[in-house]
């Protein structure tokens, strides 16, 4: 499925609006040099945070304000938003991710939180603290929206294998059973397994659950 037109002008919507809280603080998104700066400044975050492997923080981090931080962070997030926008299947029967909608939903929905942080005055009181829990609950809270369906999808899948456990002799041969209940169960949670994969994954969630 492509991406609705009503997410697509929310995408430029937020999109206007975070070039503007940049601007307040120096960054023009028009301009390579600024962008290149910001995508510095979020690769320290990423490191910093844990998102990235462990690698030399950027000198553009270290000396960037917190408010400089989210901005590069925001920009980051925007960037992922039109990746998903613009690489969206036409079909995502067939896909493992969650539906690409519901994830450029997600990065709306963080974009209008950091732009409307952005335009007001409690992130020049943050602590030191209070800007490192900032970026960890954002990576944190991103994933687990992202992989809610799955982890749903999961529980549910094991609920019908532990129910009927006696039936099968093996783990494999459940999910040889279930596998078309559970897929069709799936689609109506945003949570997509490929039929070609989905025995295989089914078979090693039975496995892990006993």
């Not at 929206?145 to 099968?168: D, F, G, V």
């Not at 002799?169 to 070609?196: D, F």
Request: net charge negative; charged share 25%.
């Amino acid at each position: 499925m492509k991406i609705s037109y009503v997410v697509c002008k929310e995408f430029d919507f937020i999109q206007v609006q975070l070039e503007k809280q940049a601007k307040k603080y120096g960054f023009d998104l028009s301009k390579d040099d600024d962008v290149n700066r910001l995508n510095l400044i979020t690769d320290g975050e990423r490191i910093v945070h844990k998102r990235l492997p462990k690698g030399k923080i950027p000198h553009e981090w270290k000396s960037a304000s917190f408010a400089e931080r989210v901005i590069g962070t925001a920009y980051d997030f925007l960037h992922q938003l039109d990746v998903t926008i613009e690489s969206a299947p036409e079909d995502t029967n067939d896909c493992e991710c969650c539906n690409p909608e519901a994830r450029a939903i997600e990065f709306l929905t963080t974009l209008n939180f950091i732009v409307g942080f952005l335009s007001g005055n409690g992130i020049h009181e943050f602590t030191e603290d209070q800007q490192s829990t900032f970026f960890s609950k954002l990576g944190r809270d991103g994933a687990q929206k992202r992989h809610a369906p799955m982890t749903a999808l999961r529980s549910w899948a094991i609920e019908q294998y532990q129910y009927r456990a006696a039936e099968w002799q093996s783990a494999n041969q459940a999910a040889h059973a279930l596998k078309e209940c559970v897929i069709e169960h799936g689609r109506t949670i945003n949570a997509h397994l490929s039929k070609e994969n989905a025995q295989r994954t089914i078979a090693e969630w039975f496995r892990k659950s006993v």
